[in-house]
């Protein structure tokens, strides 16, 4: 799997996107707002008073363009309904229980939670119908992944073993609960139980445990989302889940419960659907997109994926411009992660970014650039990968046509466990 674009791509891309953009401009330098001082112009639903331009902020500011994000989400439900399937969106992107409740209000089936801490703040914060995509041996994680149970009656779990399935029968038992699971059933090597004679065996187990309902499965190809070239991608995500199908179909003629065949990511969205008995992707990074996804190209465009707009920026401030075809910025990688592609510069094809210093970007300038640049002002950037950026930041600001609309919390950032 290829995650690098080439620089001409990505460079065609982003003054692409600056020009395609009516509310671009290059930022005088401005004083910055920190996130104690927006929070105090909010009023409920931490919509932010006044409509302070996003260049006001102090940086570095995680952001995303609300219309863009809408538009995303809006274009991914039209052609998951087109297509009979549903979208069960994975809050291992955004980790904010703002956006899964407007994901689930704007007609996803239910979130997905990679972790039984992000699903415990999805919960407190008011976010229900969780999926835990990932297993949990751990004894601890067991009890309190049927403590949600407790609380959540659409709580559903996965599970691959069968000592592991007995363990959540015993532990649903003792929270007084009989608990939702689906069996996570391998695609390539990294999670689940392999296609094959063993899906059967611990699905009939399930079946007939006392305190567990078995509703589906899960097959999930991480592999398959970021294949270049949309022909590629589809001939090889559809081969790479046969062997799936198959095990779905053996439950269902031997007459278990497979309500849900749930998988497929961004990059797959558009292809699941000709799986037999598919039900609902597992999308995440369509919300926001980031460089690598861009770069995988689509069925409009053979170099860049368009079928989402990047609507997640990083704006960072401008430290030193004292050195030849140099600019230092505050966004490290603790702004960005170390993650390549590197982020990509709006409206400077020609800047190349490396945020591989803990908190400082370097900027070489590769072509030239649209002004030249002062210590202070502002450059807003493309991230290379959206999941790991936004776990580096504690809030994130909803923008429209470039003002603060609204600060949200980012609810499960750091629940790693
Ligand atoms: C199990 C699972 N489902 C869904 C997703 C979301 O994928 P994407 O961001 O490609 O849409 C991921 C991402 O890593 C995942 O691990």
Request: charged share 20%; hydrophobic share 35%; glycine share 10%.
């Amino acid at each position: 799997m290829s995650l690098r674009t080439s620089t001409a791509s990505r460079r065609a891309f982003l003054s692409g996107a600056a020009a395609a953009s009516a509310y671009f401009w290059i930022p005088k330098s401005v004083n910055g707002y920190s996130t104690a001082e927006m929070l105090a112009m909010t009023t409920v639903d931490n919509k932010v008073k006044p409509g302070i331009s996003k260049w006001e902020l102090d940086t570095p500011a995680l952001c995303v363009d609300l219309d863009k994000m809408e538009r995303n989400i809006a274009k991914m439900q039209a052609t998951v309904k087109a297509n009979g399937i549903a979208s069960r969106p994975h809050t291992k992107t955004h980790k904010c229980a703002a956006i899964a409740k407007y994901q689930l209000a704007t007609g996803s089936i239910g979130i997905c939670c990679a972790k039984v801490s992000e699903a415990e703040a999805m919960l407190e914060n008011g976010v229900e119908k969780v999926c835990m995509t990932t297993s949990n041996p751990s004894r601890s994680k067991i009890r309190r992944a049927m403590a949600i149970r407790k609380r959540s009656s659409s709580f559903i779990q996965a599970v691959d073993l069968e000592e592991n399935a007995r363990d959540l029968s015993a532990a649903a038992k003792e929270a007084g609960v009989v608990a939702d699971v689906v069996i996570d059933v391998a695609v390539g090597t990294r999670s689940g139980i392999p296609p094959g004679e063993g899906v059967l065996s611990l699905a009939k187990v399930i079946d007939t445990l006392p305190n567990l309902k078995l509703r589906g499965v899960l097959s999930y190809d991480g592999g398959a989302q970021h294949i270049k070239g949309f022909a590629e991608r589809k001939e090889r995500a559809l081969k790479n889940i046969e062997p799936n199908a198959e095990v779905f179909a053996m439950l269902k003629k031997a007459g278990l419960n497979t309500e849900i065949f749930s998988g497929g990511g961004s990059g797959t969205y558009n292809i699941m659907h000709q799986t037999s008995g598919f039900t609902d992707v597992q999308v995440g990074s369509y919300l926001f997109m980031d460089m690598q996804y861009l770069a995988i190209g689509g069925q409009d465009d053979p170099n860049t994926y368009t079928d989402f707009q990047p609507s997640l920026t990083v704006l960072v401030t401008v430290l030193n411009n004292r050195f030849p075809g140099l600019l230092t910025t505050d966004g490290g990688s603790k702004a960005f992660t170390l993650n390549k592609p590197n982020a990509g510069v709006i409206g400077e094809p020609g800047m190349d970014y490396n945020a591989g210093s803990d908190e400082f970007g370097s900027i070489k300038i590769t072509g030239t650039p649209s002004k030249s640049y002062k210590i202070g002002d502002k450059l807003e950037c493309i991230v290379p990968h959206c999941d790991p950026a936004v776990n580096e930041y504690d809030w994130i600001y909803g923008t429209r046509k470039d003002k603060v609309e609204v600060v949200w919390p980012i609810t499960g950032r750091g629940h790693s466990q």
